[in-house]
């Protein structure tokens, strides 16, 4: 059964730290791309950060480049958003998702929308009070 699950997510005061763990389950993850997501309540769900799997260029949306940061661990099947200096707009559900083949997930520096990926976590609630 193909499934990745998030885990990490909770309340946090502004200026904290969060990290988030995506483990994925039935598939591997080596040569994927992968992507994290999150969705404030009302808004869409947005890009917040890649990494290919042509190049393994990593990517970030502007609001969060140089606090958070992505990476995968291929050995423990699971992947991670290390997110710093928490702001109450960081307030949302993050999903993690994976896309197979040959993939720039941030091409014209734009992240792939939702509609790229193939798999995608339950997500995880991630609240910084104001």
């Known amino acids: 059964q193909v499934q990745l699950v998030e885990s990490g997510g909770g309340v946090v005061q502004p200026g904290g730290s969060l990290n988030l763990s995506c483990v994925a389950s039935g598939f591997t993850l080596d040569y994927l791309a992968i992507g994290w997501f999150r969705q404030a309540p009302g808004k869409e769900r947005d890009g917040v950060s890649c990494?290919?799997?042509?190049?393994?260029?990593?990517y970030y949306t502007d609001s969060v480049k140089g606090r958070f940061t992505i990476s995968r661990d291929n050995a423990k099947n699971t992947m991670y958003l290390q997110m710093n200096n928490l702001k109450p707009e960081d307030t949302a559900v993050y999903y993690c998702?994976?896309?197979?083949?040959?993939?720039?997930?941030?091409?014209?520096?734009?992240?792939?929308?939702?509609?790229?990926?193939?798999?995608w976590g339950q997500g995880t609630q991630v609240t910084v009070p104001s």
């Open positions: 998702a994976t896309r197979g083949g040959i993939f720039d997930c941030g091409l014209a520096g734009r992240l792939a929308p939702i509609t790229e990926y193939d798999y």
């Open positions: 990494i290919s799997s042509s190049d393994g260029s990593v």
